[in-house]
Structure formats: C-alpha cells, structure tokens
C-alpha cells in the first residue's frame, strides 16, 4: 500500500470518527470528551472529578457541589477570586467568580473604576481603551430545570484557571471574566433532586420514563415558583436584587445567558427575530451580537452541531438576562439548547444524552469570550458610545421629566423608588407642589426623574405607555409601564420642575406615627397604605378584635378634624380580652414596621357620618386562607399568591393538595384561592365538599380560567362574553401566514384601564376609581345582572398600554373584571385577570387583600 493511500484511508477513519465522536448518542461524561484536545491544563488546578468524585454529565450537579467545586478553584488558582454576594430563600448561598489573569487580579479594583468611568459620559471621552480589558458576565440555568448550563459552568470555570498557552494568557490578560455559575441556585437543586432521585444504572431514554417528567412544579423556578428569568427589571427576589447590584458593580459588556428548550431542537443564539427587537435598543447592539454570532457559528460548525438564529426568540421585553444589558449599554445573548431533561431522551436527532447538550453550552461560552477578544475595541467604543448617546437623546428629549408618587400610599411610592436607584437611575425628591396632567403631586411625597440622564433610555423603557408595534407577536410580554404597575400618579413634564435634593442609594420604608399616643378608648388607621394588612393580620392573630367601616365618617383626633374613608380599620379597647398595652405595643409595631399612620381617639362620638359604635362597622376575622395547589393549577400563580402572603404580608397561607379536598376538613379555613388552571381532576366528592364550604359561608377567590371551573360547577353565577361569528367569506390566506395571523390574536401581556368601586369592600384602600391593570389572556366575562355585583370593569376605551387586537379590544370593552356572587352564606368572588402578576404588580394586590380580608362583609344582597 502507497503512503498516499494510506494518508487517504487514516484521514478518511479519523474523519469518520471524528464525526461519531459528534453524535449525541456517542457523547462521554469525561473530560476527554469536553475539553480542546490541543490544550494543555495545569495538573494543580483541581478537576471537577476530583473535588466532587465524578465528572460532569455524570450526574446532575446539586448546588452544594457546584459551591464546593467553585472554591476549591479559587483556593488553587490565581487567576480566580469568589465573592458570595447574597443568599436564595431556601438560604443557599449566591456566588460568582471573577477569573482574569494574575497581573489584572492584583490591579482589579482599578480596572473595574476605569470600565465604570467608561460609561460616564463625563469621563468616557478622554479615556484610552487600547489596552483595556472587555468585561464578560456569564450567567448558567436561571431555569434550574435547564441544568446543562450549570453543569457546564464548571467545565468553563475549569478551563479558565488552567488551561495553558499563549492563547488563553492572551484572553485572560484582555478580559474579566464574571462567572455565575448558578442563577437559581433552589430551582437547580429542586431538579437534581429529582433527575438523580428516577436515574437508573442503564440510562433510560424513553420519553415516558418518570425521570424525564418532572411533577407539579418542576424545577424551573425558585422557591416560590417565580421564573427568575422575568425579573432582572422588576428585581422583586434577593437572587435577582444582589445579581443586579453585581450588573452594575461591573456594568459587562456581554452577558451570556444559557438555558434549554425541546428535546426536539437543535441550538439557537441570538441575534432573535429582528422584527421583534424593542425599538429602544441599539442598531448596533443587533450589529455587534451577528457578528459575535459567526464565532458561535464557526465553533459549532467545528463540532457538526446544528444550530439556528434570528428565528423563536426576541429581544423585547427588558426583563430578561439576554435583553436587560441591550437598554444598559452591554449585548445580551440568549442561548438554548436542546433538552435531555435528564441524563438521556430520545429524539429526532436520536438520543440525545445529558453530556452533549453541556458541551455545547461549554463551547458557545469560549466562542464568546473568543469573539469578545476580537471585538474588544469595537464593544468597548459601543459601551461608551451608548451612555454618550442616552444621555444627549435625553438632554433632547420634548419631555424634560417624569414625576410619580401618591401621599396616600408610602409604600406603593417607596417599592417604585427602591425599583429605580436598583438600576443606577437618577431621582430626586418633588421641593414644590406640583400640577401636571390632571394630577397632583405633593412635595415631600412624591420625586422626579430627570430624562438628562445618562440611563434616559432605560428610563424611557420603564415610563413609556406603547401601543404601536412593528410586530403583533411578542415572546413575553409587549408592555410594563411601571407607575402602572404599582397604581400610582405620573406626569410626562415638558417644562421645567423645581427638584430637591437626589435620592441617594436605596431608601428604608419609610416609618408612620401613632397620632395621639396611647389611647383609653380606640384607634384607628385607614387601609390605603400597602401594609395595612399586615398590620391588621398581626393584631387578628394576637386576638385583638377589629372592625371595618362600609360607611366614611369626620371625627376630632388629637391632630384635628380628620376625615376617615370607606375601609378604615377600628381596634376598639372596650370589648377586647387583650390587655390595652399589648394592643398599644401591636399598634406602635404597624406604625414602625408596616408605615401606618394610626390615630388614637378619645371618644366613640364622631362630627359627621356614623359612630363608632355603628352597626356599619363590621366585625373582622382572622382570615385562614388554603391555595388549591398541584397539576392543574398554575404553579407560576400558585406562587405568586403564596409569595405574596407570606413575604409580603407575614400571612400563613396552607398549600393545599388537591386531591386533599374530598376529605379534608374545610371548615378550618375560611378563605380558599382557585388561580388560573382547570381543575378538571378534583373529584366529585372534593367539588361537592369546596360547595358544601362555600355555602356555609366561606370565600371563595378565582382567578382566570379557574372561573370557567367556577361556572361549570355553578359555583360563579357568571358569563362569557363569546366572540361574535364573522359571516364575512373566509378568503384563503398564505399558509406562510399562518403563525403570525393566529398569534396576533393573543394577548401576551398588556395594561388596560378599568373603573373601580371606591365604595364596594374590594375598593376599600383606592383613592381612584381609575385602575389600570394587566391582562395576558383573551377571557371575556360579561357585567353582572345584579349592578352591586360588578365593582371592577374595563372601560369604554381600556387600553393603556400593550398589544391587543382591534378584535380583541371590541371584545373587551365594557367588561367585568370582577363579579361577586352569592352562595348560601358564602361569595364567590371571580377575578378575570391575576392581581398578583410577577410579584411587581402592586397596584391590584389589594383587590386580592381586600377580597381576603373583607370578601365576608360583602352584602349578600349585592351579589350576582
């Protein structure tokens, strides 16, 4: 045989070998099988196999391995350093690394000044940036169910401390390196639990195996079943505030965001549907991520792995790790990977085992950090060019300000606030009253944000009201305006605004008073604060008795005459078997820690309006609530109503099994939560049992489609609203059309104005019957027979802000929000959307506290 034969027949074996290697049915849990193979690793540099006695892919990683692997790393290595920069609720800690090379490591502190200066565009021009590292945050498996990121994580982690050559001393000399290598650290280790709980000795690939269907309700979010990956904006959850605190500690560059999609996909990396990018990002931003792309492309190419972009996925919605740094002067990058779920699945492609879709994350990040070498420059002169830009479009801008804040809600204004000096956004306290679209804006409550500012774009984000689009398909949400969100006044200023001092930092909750000191007959609060119900929780829980007025009333108190709303809150002394200076103790607690201002009266004699002693000041119970959980309900809502509870308002709330019902005793709780789901699996024992409760006087909360449950059961005397039938002919359309057409119909996520009741006991607390809520479905529920029964519909023009459809909006005027009806002794109150949504949408969670505390003083008369 020839020599050139044979060279022909040993390059055609290791071809064909080579592409064996690829196939994912072939993929090692070895680092052979991870790691370049023309890349040589300091042996004193621990390997993940021998801190943690198995290599990754092996087993899914729990995060208490991922912590151990992580400092042993930085212990070994000096090109590593490890902050811990927070804790999860399930108290696990929160850690990132910052892996440069050894000369950086010992000068990071200036380094990180002079990246920051770049982005002041007071210091940014005179900056040289020739030798100035780029900034890279590379964050794995916000979703704790799309492991493959985290597991790869310590592979990168590995392969940045020891890897030797020029090459890599090049890349760590150029770059700084922020490595998350868990974004939900309790969501990560629900899911190893049970990938490694249902593995067997011989993999199972069978889609039906338990170990690949996960139970209610997965391992893809935190602890209260929040998707982390909806809150880099909204910052409602100490894992995402102290990841925000890291963000712009740093301010990166690019942040890389890896995640997982169907077993049956290949791998995407952004850019996203161009169509759908917000209008606010950068071209350049778009520009800079396609060329970054081609180094993901060429890597993946190497390896034969298929892959896609500019295709499923956008970049809209700010809220989410690959599109917060696109409106803060970096390049988010999305990527997914096809899933395993568990250690192998069968798929298209064949099976598809748990090493290959880690690989496929390790690869991409070094593409990444390969890309950010040869782009340093050009990203550097972006990030710079960005905040320049920003600050002069501000400077530019027809509005000079916006101004927010309400003097009846302290906290409603404090949270909103706390939301914006979490972004860097610069606020300043209101010096002078203030009147600007039809509101009225109080100094001393109410600030300003100036849009001369170097994050005008990120503010412009959050005050903006859309309702114009280039495309009607949103893959999140299409609008988030956030005094919305927490129902509080705006104005868009064009003129000039006196501003006081700036708001430095995040401001503490700000404390109420006790008016009057301790008092010998009765005290009294109003329920427009945020609070209130935990104030009035913690007193119903010591067994301190409390009414609630139907009717307003004026009476003298030890500041003045004082006019007290419908919903204000009495704890009289007389009939109490607590001692007065235990409920003295309790009021001055609600005053300091929930910012009450709470008045101590003398007398039960009032100047207008009822007495105290007046049978329209209805007794109050402590509410004893239980929330239907399992299949068939929405854990995201399951969550979002337990969250708010039990952190917000230091509430116990049971999550109820529901195959529980049929035997359970109901008659310890008096108020039992449907949220959005079907329920069509409690069986017929458990409905007529939630029926018998009901009718026995207990409330009955639904939300969303569980009030088609309601309606079946005859439990809600509601109705649909049906869409009309078009008689029109139907002219054929291109099939090519056919997503967008249908998905245009769909309500992703928008903010619509409704009318409140500031009468009715769901209203208690408004100060305005103007309520803008959000709503991400397409139900409709008709008004109420009954004109009591209907205290919440939408409006004759409803939308706010957001995408909707012409038909969709036809179909939503004039529609309920909210029905009450009555059964037996017992309400049933039906919500149309979801009050809680996101934990960040403040203004409607006291339509559901109201609902809670006040659902068994609603007249049975004025139900549907």
Partial sequence: M???????????TMLFGNIRAQNPADAEASLDYYLPQNVSYNETIPTPKEVLGTAPGKWHVRHDQLVRYMYALAEASD?????????????????????????????????????????????????????MPVVLYMGYSIHGDESSGSNASMLVAYHLAAAQGSEIQQQLENSVILLDPSLNPDGLNRFASWANTHKSKNLVADPNSMELNQRWPSGRTNHYWFDLNRDWMLVQHPTSQGRIDNFHHWKPNILTDHHEMGTDATFFFQPGI??????????????????????????????????YSEESFDDFYYGKGSTY?????????LFEQASSRGHAQESIHGILKFPFTIKNQFLSSLSTLEAAQDLRTDILNYQRSFFIDSKEAGADA??????????????????????????????????????????????GSAYVVPTNQKQYKFVKALFERRTSFTDSLFYDVSTWTMPYAFNLPFAEIEGAVTMGEEVEGVPPLPEGEVIGGKSNYAYIFEWDEYYAPRALYRLLKEGVRAKVTAKPFEMQTPSGSKKFDYGSVMVPLGPQSTGQADIHQLIQEAAEKDGLTIYAVGSGLTSSGLD???????????????????????????????????????????????????????????????????????????????????????????????????????????????????????????????????????????????????????GYGYNDDDLTVFRNSTLFLEKADNPYATPLYYTEEPLASGYISEENLEQLENTAAIIVSDVGRGRVISMVDNPNFRAFWFGTNKLFMNAIFFGQTIDGSSGN
Avoid: C
Avoid at 284 to 307: C, F, G, M, P, V
Avoid at 410 to 431: D, G, I, N, P, Q
């Fill in 79 to 131: 090109r590593v350093t490890l902050h811990e920069f927070g804790k999860t609720y399930e108290n696990r800690p929160l850690l990132y690394l910052t892996i440069t090379s050894p000369g950086n490591q010992s000068n990071i502190e200036q380094i990180r000044e002079d990246h920051l200066a770049l982005t002041d565009p007071e210091q940014s021009s005179g900056l040289d940036i020739a030798d």
């Fill in 274 to 307: 161009q169509s759908r990018t917000h209008p606010i990002t950068p071209d350049k931003n778009q520009s800079l991520t396609k060329s970054i792309a081609e180094y993901h492309a060429e890597k993946l190419d190497d390896q034969q792995r298929l892959y």
């Fill in 612 to 762: 105290l002693g007046s049978r329209n000041f209805e007794n109050l119970e402590l509410p004893v609530v239980a929330i239907l959980s399992g299949e068939g309900s929405s854990s995201y809502e399951v969550g979002e109503a337990w969250h708010l509870l039990d952190q917000r308002y230091n509430m116990q709330a049971t999550l109820f099994p529901q195959d529980r019902i049929g035997y359970a005793d109901l008659d310890r709780y008096n108020v039992i939560v449907m949220v959005n789901g079907s329920y069509g699996d409690l069986s017929e024992g458990g409905v007529e049992s939630l029926k018998r409760w009901v009718r026995n006087g207990g409330t009955l909360i639904t939300t969303k489609y569980a009030n088609r449950w309601a309606k079946q059961q005859e439990l809600a005397n509601i109705q649909f609203k049906e869409e009309e039938q078009d008689t029109t002919e139907v002219m054929p359309k291109p099939y090519a059309d056919m997503d967008n057409s249908r998905g245009a119909q769909y309500i992703g996520g928008s903010i619509f104005h409704t009318k409140l009741d500031l009468t009715h006991p769901l």
């Fill in 2 to 12: 020839s020599l050139r034969l044979l060279f022909i027949l040993l390059s055609v």
């Fill in 398 to 443: 027809s509005i000079n300000a916006y101004v927010f804040g309400t003097p009846y809600d302290k906290a409603r204004t404090h949270h909103f606030l706390e939301m914006l000096k979490r972004h860097r956004v610069e606020v300043y306290k209101l010096s002078e009253n203030l009147e600007a679209d039809d509101e009225s804006f109080e100094a």
């Fill in 325 to 333: 740094p696109d409106v803060n002067g970096g390049i988010g990058i």
